[in-house]
Structures are given as C-alpha cells and as structure tokens.
C-alpha cells in the first residue's frame, strides 16, 4: 500500500521545496503541482508534492494516519477520527446503478 503524507512547506527554490513534518525535513518535487509558497502544506509521495492541501486537510490526512498506526498497536484511535465516528457514508454518484436516481 502507498501513501501520501502530507507536510509543510519551510523553504523552495522553484520546483524544488523542503517540506517537514513530525519532526523530520526531506526535499520534495513540486514539479508535478508547481510553485508554492513557504507554509503552504502538501501531500507528498514518494518524494513528489502530488496536491495541495489546505492546513485542515492536512490535519485530518495526518490524524489518519496516526489512527491507524494506533489501532495497530492497539491503543486509543477514536479521538484521531472524531469527524468520521457517527457521519453517515456518502457513495460516489458513479457508483450507483444505472437507472437509478443517481446513476
């Protein structure tokens, strides 16, 4: 499985940013999404800004990830995903059979 984690913009030169998060700094590509300014957040993988992100996006994409880290080792994770717990499911228009009121 891959993921995106997103980070932070503390310097660019161009295409080429170094981003931090949790404590640890990498470079990263912008050349998929182009020029950002410092502060702004973007979701990275594999070395490459592949989306901007917004500061709350960023917390919920990295509360994710955090939820999942601690259901693996069993501990406490509801409180990382408090705005999912009770929403109720909303399925793509696409998915939805053809004929029906959505499809």
């Known amino acids: 499985m891959c993921l995106g984690v997103p980070m932070r913009i503390v310097r660019t030169d161009g295409f080429v940013a170094v981003c931090e998060s949790g404590g640890r700094s990498q470079t990263v590509s912008l050349a998929l999404i182009g020029e950002l300014p410092v502060g702004q957040h973007v979701l990275v993988h594999l070395g490459s800004a592949i989306r901007a ?51």
């Open 53 to 103: 992100l917004t500061e709350a996006e960023a917390v919920e994409i990295g509360n994710a990830a955090k939820a999942v880290a601690a259901a693996m080792e069993g501990r406490d994770y509801e409180h990382l995903i408090q705005d999912l717990i009770d929403r109720k499911p909303e399925i793509p228009p696409g998915l939805y059979p053809a004929g029906t009121k959505d499809g």
